[in-house]
């Protein structure tokens, strides 16, 4: 079923964790964004339009500046992502610009999705970037935000931004495979589930584990962003972002993964 999805879908985000970004060393992986934007590329070819979101400034400034690393007062950290914002935007520039795509950057709060004009003109950046062939570029404004105005989580803000595009699929791009019966790193007995009709009776089913070592989020914020987009008419696939081809290798049915059916309106 994910084949189909993907080939049924014009208008498609793409979310890439940290972890995803991440080598195991902290650092940047450049090999994968560069594998992603030929990916990308691809899609655009045959008629696709992409939004991405993209996790990964914290760990941009860490591989810029690494003597902040262990720093943990918010001063630092958000300091670290402002540092790491510009050298994210610049791997991503690079990235795409080696296959002709110029990319555009959006720094969102929550506050931005509360406000009707704002909302309205984040909608129309969208659009125009899009329209233009650009790649809009999108993360949280991490530097700036705090408790009372953040999102928390690229996996909520990629689903917001889902329905603010009205996309037709939503990709989340994590560490994982899919959702999974229980921790597979820790139970190897635990199963993926393939396709999701109902996320309140998964949740019946499933061991919801915490976060992990660079991200802010986990298997909660992603059923957190199904509800959201399905609610809405908008499938959502979940799928290890690590795989070499990860986008090429779902469409072809050679990767499996899991997909939130959306509801029917």
Not at 40 to 57: N, P
Not at 167 to 191: C, H, M, R, Y
Not at 230 to 245: D, K, R
Request: aromatic share 6%; with cysteine; hydrophobic share 40%.
């Amino acid at each position: 079923m994910i084949p189909e999805t993907i080939e049924n879908a014009r208008k498609i985000v793409i979310k890439i964790g940290s972890n995803t970004l991440a080598k195991k060393d902290g650092t940047i992986n450049f090999d994968f964004m560069k594998d992603l934007a030929r990916q990308c590329t691809d899609l655009i070819h045959r008629g696709k339009q992409i939004v991405l979101v993209s996790s990964g400034a914290q760990v941009a400034g860490v591989s810029t500046l690494d003597r902040w690393a262990r720093k943990k007062d918010i001063h630092y950290r958000q300091a670290l992502c402002a540092i790491g914002q510009v050298e994210l935007m610049d791997k991503w520039r690079n990235a795409f610009g080696e296959f002709g795509i110029h990319i555009g950057q959006l720094l969102l709060t929550k506050d931005d999705f509360a406000n009707d004009h704002r909302t309205l003109n984040m909608r129309n950046t969208l659009f125009t970037l899009v329209d233009e062939g650009v790649i809009p570029v999108i993360n949280e404004n991490d530097s700036v935000s705090f408790d009372e105005i953040r999102i928390g989580d690229n996996d909520n803000l990629s689903a917001l931004t889902a329905v603010l595009w009205n996309a037709d699929l939503l990709i989340l791009f994590s560490d994982i495979d899919g959702v999974f019966t229980d921790n597979p790193k820790e139970n190897p007995q635990a199963e993926l589930v393939e396709v999701v009709s109902n996320i309140s009776e998964l949740r019946t089913q499933i061991i919801i584990g915490g976060t992990n070592s660079f991200g802010t989020g986990g298997m909660e914020t992603k059923l957190e962003a199904a509800e959201y987009t399905t609610s809405y008419g908008i499938p959502m696939i979940l799928a290890n972002g690590s795989v070499p081809q990860g986008i090429e290798k779902l469409a072809a049915g050679e990767m499996k993964g899991t997909l939130f059916e959306a509801d029917n309106l």
